[in-house]
């Protein structure tokens, strides 16, 4: 199993943003190097309604460009977002919208109010699960 590096300050991040949008689904931006997570952007949640993420186009370029100056370089190598009450697993909805085949995709799910975070990568609308590391 593939591993992907989320320090625990990340992940507490990530449950923290989560927990602040719900009921809505939150999302960001993973940005590190070589399989080892160092930020977490948070995004605005451009997509109606309660049930679906969409990161806003206009950050996800503008964090791009940033990235460009960055040395040593950093990339996204990876998205957030939250199921707030649902499992942690990608839903039908985020296999189809998986368009980047090496980013990893990771989900904070918060059913019963318990947070479980899990990481994908998604290929062809199939998942494979990632071990989280530190």
């Known amino acids: 199993m593939i591993q992907l590096r989320l ?19 939150c999302c960001g931006l ?6 080892r997570v160092s930020h977490a952007i948070a995004m605005r949640n451009v997509a109606a309604g309660t049930a679906r993420y969409q990161l806003d186009p206009r950050e ?11 040395s040593p370089a950093l990339e996204i190598i990876g998205v957030y977002h939250s199921h707030p009450n649902g499992a942690a697993r990608p839903s039908p909805t985020d296999l189809t919208a998986a368009h980047y085949p090496a980013w990893a995709y990771v989900i904070v ?8 975070v899990r990481a994908f990568q998604i290929r062809q609308r199939r998942p494979r699960q990632l071990r989280i590391g530190r």
Do not use: N
Request: aromatic share 0%.
């Open 60 to 70: 996800h370029i503008a964090v791009r460009r940033i990235l460009r100056g960055c």
């Open 30 to 35: 993973l940005i590190g190097a070589g399989g």
């Open 109 to 116: 799910g918060l059913r019963g109010g318990r947070a479980v």
């Open 7 to 25: 320090p625990r300050a990340v992940r507490k991040a990530l449950v923290a943003h989560a927990r602040r949008d719900r009921p809505r689904e």
